[in-house]
């Protein structure tokens, strides 16, 4: 257990909100992600943080921001919430002890935007 | 591009059968990490094994084992002793390094596994 919960776990949204997802970690791990799960393309990174204030973007960052202004938080927010967001949504650690940067993922958010 | 790959949309078998599912790998990097996850019905991803592109030997953890042929760009998950509890999406990741030595994972699209008794 990597000590990651993420909430909500489930939310429906209207288009043209603003949504903020939360990733909390217990450990003190630098580096987090956000990913987004959709049928037929596993799991593809938005966004990632190597440090507190410090991230950068991933290869389906369009139409999300994120934060991270504590080590143990890393926010996702959806400006302007989109049906094509409707999706799954796993923060994970990356734990570089033992030389593998193994990833471990939060239980996810379900996302449904309507 | 890194690119991972796995051909086997669905698979299914029999209580106490071994399975292999595969995964092909493509990428120009020397240092590199591959990855199994595990995702049961209930949606959590689970980690259950590594294979380092300089380990020599397959990776083993449990019933779980990594068939990591190098030259062939393939490391496939192979179950042993199939359980019910094993049913599962299953997904095939490497690790890749970002600009700046960062590393993010990309994963392949996975393999539904049923286990029927």
């Known amino acids: 257990d990597a000590g990651i919960t993420q909430s909500p776990r489930h939310k429906v949204t209207e288009t043209g909100t603003p949504v903020t997802l939360r990733c909390h970690q217990t450990e003190n791990h630098r580096y987090m992600y956000w990913y987004r799960q959709d049928p037929g393309h596993g799991l593809r990174l938005i966004h990632y943080?190597?440090?507190?204030?410090?991230?950068d973007k991933g290869e389906v960052s369009d139409g999300y921001s994120v934060s991270r202004s504590k080590t143990e938080d890393f926010l996702l927010t959806l400006e302007s919430a989109t049906s094509s967001q409707t999706s799954v949504y796993f923060c994970?650690?990356?734990?570089?002890?033992?030389?593998?940067?193994?990833?471990?993922f939060g239980p996810g958010t379900r996302l449904t935007v309507l | 591009a890194q690119k991972i790959t796995q051909t086997q949309p669905g698979m299914f078998v029999q209580e106490k059968e071994a399975v292999t599912l595969d995964c092909t790998y493509d990428?120009?990097?020397?240092?590199?990490?591959l990855f199994w996850y595990k995702q049961p019905s209930s949606g959590e991803m689970i980690f259950l094994i590594y294979?380092?592109?300089?380990?020599?030997q397959n990776a083993t953890e449990g019933r779980y084992s990594l068939n990591f042929q190098k030259a062939r760009k393939s490391a496939n998950l192979v179950i042993s002793a199939s359980q019910l509890g094993d049913s599962a999406m299953y997904f095939c990741?490497?690790?890749?390094?970002?600009?700046?030595?960062?590393?993010?994972?990309?994963f392949g699209a996975g393999t539904r596994l049923a286990v029927h008794p």
């Open positions: 990428t120009s990097d020397q240092s590199y990490g």
């Open positions: 994970a650690i990356m734990d570089n002890r033992g030389g593998t940067d193994t990833q471990y």
């Open positions: 943080s190597y440090g507190v204030k410090d991230t």
């Open positions: 294979q380092g592109s300089y380990d020599e």
């Open positions: 990741a490497m690790r890749e390094a970002f600009s700046g030595g960062y590393n993010k994972l990309i």
